[in-house]
């Protein structure tokens, strides 16, 4: 059964997409998993760009002037009826061992020409996607759209990402109590010699130590992304010469899979509320 688990976060610009693809490669890295990556947030730079372009492009039927690709292709389909496991496996780009899977955002959802065809679109996805894969990672940003609240509702697991400062674990802290087993917490380009240390966190926001996780800063890492070679780098880090930095990114990044495995498969069910009203979710 599809595990479906939501990224999202109250900052933007806080570094969601990359700590979700960097968890999805350790995951297929490490696990025999079969893992999707959507975006539903409107990112300038496509998730398909983190990684090698395949060697041949798929040219899709069902444009005649040119090759439309992943959710462009998709909304293409659409409208001639419900989409088919055949639509996504055209849809669907292999971006890692026939493991780790993108479905390209295309231009339409960059401009936002089609929001509400896109948003059902993606439902439809979604629910094909129970047939062929283990979990689905969906990077909400920091949407607080209806779409985006209806996905935590759906979601098994919400991992929601922090800047390594006051600000952002302050505000968020101050709107939401900490009582739900379906919520974690990762912070993304983590330096341990911060203020702002997970010990620091565990105390000063009474976080469990089992539901923060962190993604450490790497240079390497984010190169990797920029350059579209994050595939090569997660397999090939045990060709790498050791050094501290290396060893502790791949070391922590191992620790926060194991959060997400863990706690996706225990199902916990609540909602992170409010500290001031116990009725109100987490956007």
Same mark, same amino acid.
């Given at each position: 059964?599809?595990? #479906?688990?939501?990224?999202?976060?109250?900052?933007?610009?806080?570094?969601?997409?990359?700590?979700?693809?960097?968890?999805?490669?350790?995951?297929?890295?490490?696990?025999?998993?079969?893992?999707?990556?959507?975006?539903?947030? #409107?990112?300038?730079?496509?998730?398909?760009?983190?990684?090698?372009?395949?060697?041949?492009?798929?040219?899709?039927?069902?444009?005649?002037?040119?090759?439309?690709?992943?959710? &462009?292709?998709?909304?293409?389909?659409?409208?001639?009826?419900?989409?088919?496991?055949?639509?996504?496996?055209?849809?669907?780009?292999?971006?890692?061992?026939?493991?780790?899977?993108?479905?390209?955002?295309?231009?339409?959802?960059?401009?936002?020409?089609?929001?509400?065809?896109?948003?059902?679109?993606?439902?439809?996805?979604?629910?094909?996607?129970?047939?062929?894969?283990?979990?689905?990672?969906?990077?909400?940003?920091?949407?607080?759209?209806?779409?985006?609240?209806?996905?935590?509702?759906?979601? &098994?697991?919400?991992? *929601?990402?922090?800047?390594?400062?006051?600000?952002?674990?302050?505000?968020?802290?101050?709107?939401?109590?900490?009582?739900?087993? #379906? *919520?974690?917490?990762?912070?993304?380009?983590?330096?341990?010699?911060?203020?702002?240390?997970?010990?620091?966190?565990?105390?000063?926001?009474?976080?469990?130590?089992?539901?923060?996780? *962190?993604?450490?800063?790497?240079?390497?890492?984010?190169?990797?992304?920029?350059?579209?070679?994050?595939?090569?780098?997660?397999?090939?880090?045990?060709?790498?010469?050791?050094?501290?930095?290396?060893?502790?990114?791949?070391?922590?990044?191992?620790?926060? *899979?194991?959060?997400?495995?863990?706690?996706?498969?225990?199902?916990?069910?609540?909602?992170?509320?409010?500290?001031?009203?116990?009725?109100?979710?987490?956007?």
């Amino acid at each position: 059964m599809l595990l #479906k688990i939501v990224f999202w976060s109250e900052e933007a610009a806080c570094g969601t997409t990359s700590n979700m693809i960097a968890t999805a490669s350790m995951i297929v890295a490490r696990h025999n998993c079969r893992v999707a990556m959507l975006s539903a947030e #409107k990112n300038a730079h496509d998730l398909a760009g983190n990684f090698s372009r395949p060697d041949s492009v798929t040219v899709n039927e069902d444009c005649a002037y040119y090759a439309l690709e992943g959710l &462009d292709y998709l909304l293409m389909a659409g409208k001639y009826g419900n989409l088919t496991e055949h639509h996504l496996e055209e849809a669907l780009q292999s971006v890692v061992d026939g493991k780790l899977f993108c479905i390209p955002q295309g231009k339409r959802m960059l401009c936002d020409f089609y929001p509400k065809e896109t948003r059902n679109v993606l439902n439809q996805v979604i629910r094909l996607l129970d047939e062929s894969m283990d979990f689905s990672f969906i990077d909400c940003g920091s949407e607080r759209n209806d779409w985006t609240k209806e996905q935590m509702k759906q979601a &098994d697991l919400i991992v *929601v990402n922090f800047s390594q400062t006051s600000q952002g674990l302050d505000h968020f802290f101050s709107e939401h109590a900490d009582v739900s087993e #379906k *919520v974690v917490y990762l912070i993304g380009s983590y330096q341990k010699d911060a203020v702002y240390n997970k010990k620091n966190i565990h105390r000063i926001y009474r976080i469990a130590p089992e539901k923060l996780g *962190v993604v450490p800063y790497n240079p390497e890492f984010e190169m990797a992304c920029r350059e579209g070679k994050l595939d090569r780098y997660i397999r090939g880090r045990r060709l790498l010469l050791p050094t501290d930095m290396r060893e502790n990114f791949f070391t922590e990044l191992e620790h926060t *899979v194991q959060m997400i495995l863990e706690r996706s498969d225990k199902r916990g069910g609540g909602q992170v509320v409010s500290g001031r009203d116990r009725q109100s979710g987490i956007v």
